[in-house]
């Protein structure tokens, strides 16, 4: 738990959200602001500010990415989805708390902006 982090609160429910998925890793949850049909954040229940704090023994973005194939399934994206990280100012991290986008419902436009 990260004092002042969003997502903490999201996942001590000090926030509500519309959870899509728990289990003892991960929590998933709508996105407050979609850019798609559907739009889940995928969100280790372990504060780690960004892609830059995981370490190549953490199986943590594995499983980020497992739970979003799962949850895909859940929401019936058989025609495919796309997943996002984005990390850092310029790559577009506005909460600093490690999150897989799972994007889906239309085609995704490549490259994205
Ligand atoms: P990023 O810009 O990659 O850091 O993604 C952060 C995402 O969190 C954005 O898409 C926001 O719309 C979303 N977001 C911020 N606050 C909330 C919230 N309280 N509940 C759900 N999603 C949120
Ligand atoms: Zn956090």
């Known amino acids: ?15 509500p959200s519309k959870i899509i998925y728990e289990d003892d890793l991960v929590l998933a949850f709508d996105d407050i602001k979609p850019a798609a049909p559907a739009h889940v954040l995928i969100v280790p229940k372990v504060h780690l500010d960004s892609v830059d704090e995981v370490s190549a023994q953490d199986p ?8 979003a194939s799962h949850v895909a399934k859940q929401l019936g994206l058989r025609e495919g989805y ?21 994007l889906g419902g239309r085609f995704m436009t490549w490259p994205p902006g």
């Open 1 to 15: 738990m990260a004092d002042h982090c969003t997502f903490c609160k999201i996942i001590n429910r000090e926030i």
């Open 60 to 67: 943590i973005v594995a499983v980020l990415v497992n739970r």
């Open 82 to 102: 796309r997943l996002v990280i984005n990390n850092g100012d310029n790559g577009g991290q506005t909460v600093y708390h490690l999150h897989l986008h799972l």
